[in-house]
C-alpha cells in the first residue's frame, strides 16, 4: 500500500512539473509577445535572454499555484476567476500601481505595462487550471466555513493589508540597517536612490490591500488546515508578489549579495503576509482535508 502510495505521489509531482513547464512556456510566450507589441513602453524586450527567464519565472508561478488549485473544491470557472484575481492584484496592478508612483515620468508606461499583465494572468490562470484542475470539479461551487457579512470580511482584508504594510516596513528597516543602505551610499554606479518616504508608504498601503484581495479568493476555495493554506498562500505571494518580478527586471544586473539580501527581505515580508491571511480567511479544515 505504502509502494502504492508513493507511486501515486510521484506521479502527481512529474505531472505537475510538466503542466507547470508547460504555463511557464505560455507565459514567456506571451510575455514576449507583448513586449513586442510595446515596445519602448515595456521594461524587457522580447530577447531570447529575456524568454528564457520569463519561461523560468512564469514555471515557478504556476508552481507556486498549483497546490491551491489542485485541492479547489470550487468549479473550474470560479478557480480560473480565484487565480486571475490572485495573479492580477498581486503582480500586476500592485507592482504597476508601485512603479507608477515610484517613477512618475514613466507612469504611462507603468500602467500600460500593467494592464497587459492583467491579460497575461487570465490567460495564465486559465492555463494552469485546465492543466491542473483534477477531473470532476464542475460542480456548484462549495462553501467552507462560516457566512460572514460584507463588513466581517472588510476588517479582515484591512488587517491583511495592514499586516503586509508593517512587515514591510519592519523587514525593510532591518535589511537597510544591515546591508542596502551602505550598499546605495557605497555603490554609486548602480543609480539606486529611495523615493521620498511618503511615496513609499502611499505604495505599500495600497499593496497591502491587493494582496489582501489576491490571497482571499484563493482561500475561500481551498478547504484545508490553516497550517497547509498558509504555507501555500505564502510560497505564492512571495513568487507572484516578490521573486518573479524582481528575478525578471533586477537579479541579473545586481552583485549576489544584494540579490540575497533582498530576496531574504522580500520572503519574509509576503511570506508573512501570507500566514496572517491564511488565518484571517481560512476555514480552518483539519489538516488531513484533501
Keep these: 500500500m ?3 502510495r508513493i507511486a501515486q505521489a510521484n506521479h502527481r509531482t512529474s505531472h505537475t512539473l510538466i503542466d507547470s513547464v508547460v504555463v511557464g512556456v505560455a507565459y514567456a510566450a506571451l510575455s514576449a509577445l507583448a513586449a513586442a507589441v510595446l515596445g519602448p513602453m515595456s521594461r524587457l524586450a522580447p530577447t531570447w535572454d529575456n524568454i528564457a527567464v520569463w519561461a523560468l519565472t512564469g ?4 508552481l507556486a499555484l498549483s497546490p491551491l488549485v489542485r485541492h479547489s473544491s470550487w468549479p473550474r470557472s470560479e478557480t ?3 487565480a486571475w484575481v490572485a495573479l492580477a492584484l498581486v503582480r500586476s496592478l500592485g507592482l ?3 512603479g507608477a508612483l515610484f517613477k512618475p515620468e514613466a507612469a504611462t508606461s507603468a500602467v500600460v505595462g500593467g494592464a497587459a499583465g492583467i491579460v497575461i494572468s487570465l490567460l495564465v490562470a486559465w492555463l494552469a487550471v485546465q492543466l ?3 477531473a ?3 460542480r456548484a461551487q462549495a462553501e467552507h466555513g462560516p457566512r460572514r457579512a460584507w463588513w466581517d470580511w472588510t476588517w479582515r482584508v484591512a488587517a491583511v493589508g495592514l499586516a503586509y504594510f508593517v512587515f514591510y516596513f519592519v523587514f525593510g528597516a532591518a535589511n537597510a540597517l544591515l546591508y542596502t543602505l551602505k550598499f546605495y551610499q557605497n555603490n554609486p554606479q548602480y543609480g539606486l536612490s529611495l ?3 511618503s511615496t513609499i508608504f502611499l505604495a505599500q498601503l495600497i499593496r497591502g490591500p491587493l494582496f489582501a484581495l489576491g490571497a482571499l479568493f484563493l482561500a475561500r476555495a481551498v478547504p484545508v488546515s490553516r497550517a497547509r493554506l498558509a504555507l501555500w ?7 507572484v508578489g516578490g521573486l518573479g518580478p524582481y528575478v525578471e527586471v533586477t537579479f541579473r544586473s545586481m552583485p549576489l549579495g544584494f540579490n540575497l539580501a533582498t530576496l531574504a527581505e522580500i520572503l519574509l515580508q509576503n511570506f508573512l503576509t501570507g500566514v496572517v491571511a491564511a488565518w484571517l480567511f481560512g476555514a480552518g479544515r483539519p489538516a488531513n482535508a484533501k
Design 136 to 138: 470532476g470539479s464542475d
Design 96 to 98: 504597476g500601481i508601485e
Design 80 to 82: 480560473v476567476l480565484a
Design 233 to 239: 498562500l505564502g510560497l505564492l505571494l512571495f513568487v
Design 2 to 4: 505504502n509502494t502504492i
Design 132 to 134: 491542473m484542475l483534477p
Design 195 to 197: 523615493p521620498p518616504a
Design 59 to 62: 514555471t515557478l508561478v504556476a
